[in-house]
């Protein structure tokens, strides 16, 4: 008869010994580190079992060592550490104490029956009678078959008696067993040997840090009973087309699919869009200061330091302008992926925020460029601008809707557009190589006149006009022209000179007939007497931190005080005049916006851009701004709150006075983006997640002011979020590819077992995949195909925020368990929400936007 099996039977310890198996004399055999006698059995070579003793089986020529507990394999016609086709490697557990395990090299072609080797094995591991043998989620085993096809990717099993299985199951509920190959799959924690080999006695490895073992993971054994396990199912989910699956844990909060009883009510809006928009700031009757950011219009009133948001839209705002009577605004905005986020115009009261028409749903394609009232006629004609390939102007009654005509202009880039104040039928297109007058007939063509056509590399920036009619435009090249017409209706140019260096970016045509011009590259402000042939009355220059002139406007329109307010290039808003300095209105970082953390004991939180600005605020007040020698891209607050921990793009740790803003400490951490960093709760250390896919521990000391680096944990996959247990032995991970993984802090080593921290404790929530947010993933309510980019639990565990990759907030009650799970939306931004995070009172949110460098504060409030 052919032996069944060879075997090792663990002794009963706190942690899994090492076994291998090799060749001799043509036969396999196994080694362990205890001795044991021989007796009856079926072709079973062994050592003693749990408590040193007992009886074991062997062949003849079954070879036992005591000398020690890991030899190398070297299977049968392979290399070593290949399977052998007629065998395989399992581990077996004692139903009821699972601290006896044994490993042993099943023979599947024996001609034993199974159940008579299930006795054996039971023999083993001192057990009478053994009957059932089952997976660790009590799918039993009833064939050799099973073994080598059903429950070919599972390697680690249960034994139980009748009483063991009945006990468990109940007679009244049978352990189902599952038909499904792909529910066994991930079905048991990997729990490898540890090398306990003297070190002079170990074998070098090719890394000259560590010594080569066949099992290397020294990790103790956990006890999960079948019952527990079977408990509940595990939730697989699926992201970019591969299956995930996340273990329950024995503990948690109800299924609640309902929407929770909180909703977000955006409270602020930081920042200012000037890097890619011109433009795009106006003072209203009531003094209010309005402009754009992402998808929302800002009226931000100084006096009472309070704003008031217009958030009608569902993708980027792209241009507005202002009725003539003021109260009244027309914005258009991008063109987003579904219906919803069609590219169209919105007209809006600007005293009651309600959206009066919507229009051009269907009629605009990529979004909107250039949007305009009528002057004369009380402003019932909108011009719009179409940004697609063929750049089609069209020109709309708005109180109805109708489409009055439409032309392409087909320009490769049009910067602006504008009636003429003197005439409705008079449009002006202008951009990168043109400047084109068209003029609308009453049967709805255009007349198309080109001042300025292709090849010329002239680039129209901006256009205003004078009282008399002239036109006033101003170019990339730092040049300002004047057109006018004769008696024919010919166009002419009146006046040319250079007012800037560079780039102008924006004029503005006061009342009195004083035009002022901003320069974007020269940072200058030059005020010019259009009345004496455009004499320089004066100018200033702004601050280089300020950055150049995006757009102008005076504060008090109609009046000749001389004050206006300034749009800048690094998305700031300066208020002054030529007279006096400027001083800073609105504060917003300029460059992509990633890095967010909050205070652990106050409402302020931190962000830190590749501007290379960290910011600390006071709910919506600037507290203080530094800049750091790195681009940032992840921030943590010690929990103490006296230190701020900022992590760059070339690999550096600088650490930051949370008071004062002043660098204490800064450190070469690695050559690649620290894209994640925590502190434990007790403060001592911090882990920090890198995009090599290693994360780097070190020790804290001084409140969070001296660091000393402690260890490396190898990794492959880039992180993006990290999080700590509750008790500071553990960290999970999500990686790019939405992989979970964990680390044992104590053991310096990847947990390899997602059952073994299924009832792990996480001090935080920031990592988007997991059980207990598994339902943000393949919800029944919004596209499978959503990425979920952010995710963070409230401190009363009450509460979820995710954040996606096409611009979505969602709130959510925590835990998260199901597709099914219900939630309260909002949508201001275009791409995607890179960051959100609870204040520590739970009664705010903040959230950047990555890309677009938007940061917003929100409210948690009563739905």
Request: hydrophobic content about 35%; overall charge neutral.
């Amino acid at each position: 008869m052919r032996s069944a099996f060879s075997l090792v039977a663990l002794p009963s310890k706190s942690y899994v010994q090492t076994a291998s198996y090799g060749k001799k004399n043509g036969v396999w055999y196994a080694s362990g580190g205890a001795g044991g006698a021989s007796g009856p059995g079926a072709g079973i070579g062994s050592a003693a079992a749990a408590g040193g003793g007992g009886g074991g089986w062997g062949r003849p020529h079954a070879s036992l060592s005591r000398k020690s507990s890991v030899l190398e394999a070297e299977p049968l016609g392979g290399p070593a550490g290949a399977k052998p086709s007629s065998g395989r490697v399992i581990r077996i557990i004692h139903g009821d104490n699972h601290n006896i395990q044994c490993r042993v090299l099943l023979n599947l072609r024996t001609s034993q029956p199974f159940e008579e080797v299930v006795e054996d094995l039971g023999q083993v591991l001192k057990m009478n009678n053994a009957k059932k043998m089952q997976t660790v989620h009590g799918q039993e085993v009833r064939s050799f078959s099973q073994l080598r096809n059903e429950f070919a990717d599972v390697d680690t099993f249960y034994l139980m008696t009748e009483s063991m299985r009945q006990a468990v199951s109940g007679p009244s509920s049978p352990v189902r067993r599952s038909r499904s190959r792909a529910a066994s799959t991930h079905a048991h924690p990997i729990m490898d040997d540890r090398d306990d080999r003297p070190a002079n006695t170990r074998r070098r490895a090719r890394s000259k840090s560590r010594p080569r073992v066949l099992y290397a993971d020294p990790e103790p054994i956990r006890d999960y009973a079948v019952l527990d396990l079977m408990k509940e199912e595990p939730v697989r989910v699926t992201i970019r087309g591969l299956r995930r699956t996340f273990y329950p844990p024995l503990h948690h909060a109800p299924l609640d699919n309902s929407p929770p009883d909180k909703r977000l009510q955006l409270n602020w809006v930081f920042g200012y869009r000037g890097v890619d928009a011109r433009r795009n700031l106006w003072v209203l009757p009531t003094g209010e200061i309005m402009y754009y950011v992402a998808a929302v219009a800002v009226l931000y009133d100084r006096d009472e330091d309070a704003q008031r948001h217009y958030v009608g839209h569902t993708e980027d705002i792209m241009c507005m302008d202002l009725h003539p009577s003021r109260e009244m605004v027309a914005s258009g905005q991008r063109a987003g992926r579904s219906r919803k986020t069609q590219a169209h115009i919105r007209i809006w009261s600007t005293e009651t925020l309600l959206t009066l028409y919507v229009f051009g749903m269907g009629e605009l394609d990529a979004g909107v460029s250039a949007v305009a009232f009528s002057q004369l006629n009380g402003g019932s004609y909108v011009l719009a601008v179409d940004a697609g390939r063929e750049r089609i102007l069209s020109v709309w009654q708005w109180q109805w809707g109708h489409l009055l005509g439409k032309v392409a202009t087909l320009h490769d880039d049009v910067s602006g557009a504008a009636f003429h104040p003197l005439d409705d039928n008079l449009l002006i297109t202008h951009g990168k190589g043109h400047l084109t007058f068209w003029t609308r007939r009453k049967d709805g063509f255009f007349e198309r006149t080109d001042i300025i056509k292709p090849p010329s590399r002239t680039h129209v920036t901006a256009l205003q006009f004078e009282q008399d009619g002239d036109v006033v435009t101003a170019d990339a090249d730092g040049f300002i022209t004047v057109y006018s017409v004769d008696a024919d209706g010919a166009y002419f140019v009146r006046l040319e000179f250079e007012a800037h260096n560079k780039g102008v970016s924006s004029l503005v045509m006061l009342s009195e007939g004083t035009l002022l011009s901003g320069g974007e590259k020269d940072r200058r402000i030059i005020a010019w007497d259009s009345l004496q042939n455009y004499k320089k009355i004066t100018e200033t220059k702004l601050a280089e931190s300020a950055g150049g002139v995006r757009s102008l406007y005076p504060q008090r329109p109609g009046r000749n005080d001389g004050n206006i307010y300034v749009g800048t290039t690094r998305n700031n808003i300066l208020e002054g005049s030529l007279q006096r300095r400027f001083n800073q209105v609105v504060f917003g970082h300029c460059r992509q916006l990633w890095g967010l953390a909050v205070h652990p004991d106050e409402e302020m939180f931190a962000t830190g851009g590749h501007d290379k600005h960290v910011a600390l605020w006071r709910k919506h007040k600037l507290v203080w701004c530094t800049q750091v020698p790195y681009e940032v891209v992840s921030l943590s607050f010690h929990p103490f709150g006296m230190a701020l921990a900022v992590g760059s793009t070339e690999g550096h740790l600088i650490v930051l006075n949370a008071e004062t803003s002043a660098t204490v400490a800064s450190v070469r951490v690695c050559g690649s983006p620290l894209s994640c960093l925590a502190y434990n709760p007790a403060g001592d250390v911090i882990a920090v997640g890198s995009q090599n896919g290693s994360v780097y521990l070190f020790r804290v000391s001084r409140d969070g002011y001296s660091y000393k680096r402690a260890h490396k944990i190898r990794g492959s996959q880039p992180l993006t979020q990290l999080d700590w247990s509750t008790d500071g032995g553990f960290l999970q991970t999500a990686t790019e590819e939405y992989d979970l993984t964990f680390w044992d802090v104590k053991a310096l080593s990847a947990e390899k077992s997602p059952v073994a921290m299924k009832d792990v404790k996480w001090y935080t929530q920031t990592c988007c995949v997991g059980y207990t947010v598994a339902g943000i993933w393949n919800n029944r309510y919004y596209p499978m195909t959503s990425l979920i980019v952010s995710a963070n639990r409230s401190a009363a565990h009450d509460l979820l925020i995710s954040g996606d990759s096409d611009g979505y907030l969602r709130l959510f009650r925590y835990p998260c368990l199901s597709a099914k799970a219900e939630y309260n939306e909002e949508k201001v931004y275009s791409l995607q929400v890179a960051c959100g995070r609870f204040l520590y009172n739970d009664r705010l949110v903040a959230t950047v936007g990555g890309t677009d460098a938007t940061l917003m504060l929100w409210d948690v409030v009563d739905d």
